[in-house]
């Protein structure tokens, strides 16, 4: 995805591509995405290059799908890098009951988790700063 990294404003890319999670199996590639609206967003304006630069890289191009999904696996990496990176721990004070396990996801919620997330895996380079603000309800633990 590094031919579209280069094509795309940082901000562009950062929004819609960089969130996606590529698993590619029995000649499927299954890009999942935070929620429906990334979902929409990328099959109406990227699914086409996407799809050219696929079978630039690939003699037998895999069949394309993106859906909503977002819990990585083994063989899921960032589609926005050649392998997801493992981020050192923070050791500072924080409650450990809010976390990303913790966190309940539906649909009010989807567009502000996708964004934290991309903030806990891209510290200081996507969404810098972040502020969400809703009323209450929203996000509780388990």
Same mark, same amino acid.
């Given at each position: 995805?590094?031919?579209?990294?280069?094509?795309?404003?940082?901000?562009?890319?950062?929004?819609?591509?960089?969130?996606?999670?590529?698993?590619?199996?029995?000649?499927?590639?299954?890009?999942?995405?935070?929620?429906?609206?990334?979902?929409?967003?990328?099959?109406?304006?990227?699914?086409?290059?996407?799809?050219?630069?696929?079978?630039?890289?690939?003699?037998?191009?895999?069949?394309?799908?993106?859906?909503?999904?977002?819990? =990585? $696996?083994?063989?899921?990496?960032?589609? #926005?890098?050649?392998?997801? *990176?493992?981020?050192?721990?923070? +050791?500072?004070? %924080?409650?450990?009951?809010?976390?990303?396990?913790?966190?309940?996801?539906?649909?009010?919620?989807?567009?502000?988790?996708?964004? =934290? $997330?991309?903030?806990?895996?891209?510290? #200081?380079?996507?969404?810098? *700063?972040?502020?969400?603000?809703? +009323?209450?309800? %929203?996000?509780?633990?388990?």
């Amino acid at each position: 995805m590094t031919r579209l990294e280069g094509e795309l404003s940082e901000q562009q890319f950062n929004t819609w591509i960089r969130p996606l999670r590529a698993v590619e199996e029995n000649g499927t590639l299954k890009l999942f995405a935070p929620n429906r609206f990334v979902v929409d967003w990328i099959e109406e304006h990227f699914v086409d290059r996407i799809s050219e630069v696929v079978s630039l890289v690939s003699n037998d191009p895999p069949r394309l799908i993106i859906d909503v999904g977002s819990r =990585a $696996t083994d063989h899921t990496v960032a589609a #926005g890098s050649p392998k997801a *990176p493992t981020m050192p721990r923070f +050791g500072g004070r %924080l409650n450990p009951n809010y976390t990303f396990d913790t966190f309940i996801e539906g649909e009010s919620n989807q567009l502000a988790r996708a964004a =934290a $997330t991309q903030v806990g895996e891209n510290p #200081g380079k996507a969404y810098n *700063p972040l502020f969400i603000y809703g +009323g209450v309800g %929203l996000g509780k633990l388990r």
